[in-house]
T-cell receptor, first 114, second 111 residues
Framework: SAVISQKPSRDICQRGTSLTIQCQVD?????MFWYRQQPGQSLTLIAT?????????ESGFVIDKFPISRPNLTFSTLTVSNMSPEDSSIYLC???????????FGDGTRLSIL | SQQGEEDPQALSIQEGENATMNCSYK?????LQWYRQNSGRGLVHLIL?????REKHSGRLRVTLDTSKKSSSLLITASRAADTASYFC???????????FGQGTRLTINP
């Protein structure tokens, strides 16, 4: 399966700032996804990162708050903008190599906002 | 909204015992997947079971799927301390290219 590198692994940020999280895959993949996991909770899909076009956002998530880029089939970024303490979560990148394979996840980015 | 509901929310057993976790869902699916997460790290894929399959094995793991009841179970046999983790089911719904995760079961194996 694909090897996924996610950076940074953790960060502590000030309120009102923005942070960009990177997700790099060692092979070309069809689909890339971004999830949020709030403390003690399950995973919630933020958006599907589409190569060459705007990401597809889930209900409750907007591009202004979570801009996503996917310039090619092996790389994507998620920016968490204008952060507040409520954004403190683990953010995870996942990839799907083809429609009949499971999704595989990066190690996640643990984000704390002061 | 989360489609999957898992029970129990937390399970604590002795090493060597078997652990069973259940997952229910609401809509038709293409497949159901089970994942493990250690201490808030990334998820590790365990097993994918397709909608036309009823049972699947991988080592000490056994997954069943009952599409008529919209439910699945994950059995871990001969548990070990290293199995301590949170376990999530995720459904790949028909007509939607995305996973919906259950709330998870926090499993603790006591030595």
């Amino acid at each position: 399966s694909a090897v996924i590198s996610q950076k940074p692994s953790r960060d502590i940020c000030q309120r009102g700032t923005s942070l960009t999280i990177q997700c790099q895959v060692d092979s070309q993949v069809t689909m890339m996804f971004w999830y949020r996991q709030q403390p003690g909770q399950s995973l919630t899909l933020i958006a599907t990162a589409n190569q060459g076009s705007e990401a597809t956002y889930e209900s409750g998530f907007v591009i202004d708050k979570f801009p996503i880029s996917r310039p090619n089939l092996t790389f994507s970024t998620l920016t968490v903008s204008n952060m507040s303490p409520e954004d403190s979560s683990i953010y995870l990148c996942s990839v799907e190599e083809d429609r009949y394979q499971p999704q595989h996840f990066g190690d996640g980015t643990r984000l704390s906002i002061l | 909204s989360q489609q999957g509901e898992e029970d129990p929310q937390a399970l604590s057993i002795q090493e060597g015992e078997n652990a069973t976790m259940n997952c229910s869902y609401k809509t038709s699916i293409n497949n159901l997947q089970w994942y493990r997460q250690n201490s808030g790290r990334g998820l590790v894929h365990l097993i994918l079971i397709r909608s036309n399959e009823r049972e699947k094995h991988s080592g000490r793991l056994r997954v069943t799927l009952d599409t008529s009841k919209k439910s699945s179970s994950l059995l871990i046999t001969a548990s070990r301390a290293a199995d301590t983790a949170s376990y999530f089911c995720a459904t790949d719904r028909q007509g939607a290219q995305k996973l919906v995760f259950g709330q998870g079961t926090r499993l603790t194996i006591n030595p």
